[in-house]
């Protein structure tokens, strides 16, 4: 038998030898409590009414807040200007605080980002003669990831329908490893898992899913890898 089962059975008359005294007297005090009948009686109609009542009638007899009386005006005619509150003061001075700091850590937010935005590397891309009006721009940072190459080109028609760019590292033994695929040169975002200063020439072809993964060598944009 549990401590628990122990007090019910005290509580109704049976047991309770295991209870320390402290423990029958709490259950004494309660097992008369329990007994007492006005405990169990029905609370008069209109009991809730009642209270809602008095509850109205102490609001209306409140006396309202008083109001800070306003400054006399100024006789020279100037606009007269009304204290605040010592609370409103005080609400005010930390609104104000709350707004410099959120304004510090915007702030600083810009200058971080600013400054993890400097390039590890860059690369000015020519045309080739398949698109003599195409021209490009890449930068390349180093992650944890991989290099990521952003490029932004123009003069590349949209390729689409199974039809697409795709853009490669290569090394000086004139070894290719692809970067990824676009269909367009608008904010690209490439990777890369080989390292530019190894694989330092940039390369866009124009390629269709054929089943071959192999470059066309239909090159439309190179360039050199310029690292910091």
């Known amino acids: 038998m549990t401590e628990d089962d122990d007090r019910v059975a005290y509580l109704g008359g049976e047991g309770g030898s295991d209870l320390d005294d402290l423990t029958r007297a709490d259950l004494d005090d309660l097992r008369d409590l329990l007994a007492d009948e006005s405990l169990w009686a029905e609370p008069p109609a209109g009991l809730d009414d009642g209270i809602v009542a008095a509850i109205a009638a102490e609001a209306v007899t409140r006396p309202a807040r008083p109001e800070t009386p306003a400054a006399p005006p100024d006789p020279a005619g100037s606009p007269t200007v009304v204290p605040l509150a010592p609370r409103r003061r005080q609400g005010l001075r930390l609104a104000l605080s709350a707004a410099a700091a ?119 944009l190179v360039g050199p890898v310029e690292l910091e």
């Open 102 to 220: 959120v304004a510090a850590l915007a702030v600083a937010g810009i200058v971080v980002s600013r400054s993890g935005d400097s390039a590890d590397g860059s690369v000015a891309l020519a045309a080739t003669d398949v698109l003599p009006d195409a021209s490009g721009s890449a930068s390349l940072r180093r992650t944890d990831s991989g290099w990521r190459i952003e490029l932004d080109a123009t003069g590349l028609p949209r390729r689409d329908g199974g039809r697409f760019y795709e853009a490669w590292l290569r090394n000086a033994d004139g070894v290719l490893v692809s970067i990824g695929t676009f269909n367009e040169g608008v904010d690209v975002v490439l990777w890369a898992g080989v390292p530019p200063s190894e694989f330092s020439t940039l390369t866009i072809t124009e390629e269709e899913a054929d089943g071959d993964p192999a470059s066309s060598g239909v090159r439309v």
